[in-house]
Nanobody
Framework: QVQLVESGGGLVQAGGSLRLSCAAS????????VGWFRRAPGKEREFVAAVSFTGTTYYADSVKGRFTISRDNAKNAVYLQMNSLALEDTAVYYC?????????????????WGQGTQVTVSS
């Protein structure tokens, strides 16, 4: 099991950037796939991006070209660089970990979740 803590959320104007961090502790982090999901008000949780334990990355179509996921196993961390933020990116962002995972877009594949960090994009 790994414990996950997200940080880096905040208020940003449309067109701006934020970098979210997901810090892990506990088990061997390098053996886990990590995904970012988000839940906007009144909507269901949706997949944003993921990185497998081998480093392969996956993105939702809505963020492709704007968001970049990366991992630093030496620091037990995964990052989500978000550029060209839009109003519809407003949500609580969660990171999740899946041991030996390939980077699934399905939330039920992930057994470890952080508490979330709020991202608010204003006009």
């Amino acid at each position: 099991q790994v414990q996950l803590v997200e940080s880096g959320g905040g208020l940003v104007q449309a067109g701006g950037s934020l970098r979210l961090s997901c810090a892990a502790s506990g088990d061997t982090f390098s053996t886990y796939a990590v995904g970012w999901f988000r839940r906007a008000p009144g909507k269901e949780r949706e997949f944003v991006a993921a990185v497998s334990f081998t480093g392969t990355t996956y993105y939702a179509d809505s963020v492709k070209g704007r968001f970049t996921i990366s991992r630093d196993n030496a620091k037990n961390a995964v990052y989500l660089q978000m550029n060209s933020l839009a109003l519809e990116d407003t949500a609580v962002y969660y990171c999740a970990a899946d041991r030996l995972g390939y980077g699934s877009m399905y939330s039920h594949q992930y057994g470890n979740w952080g508490q979330g960090t709020q991202v608010t994009v204003s006009s």
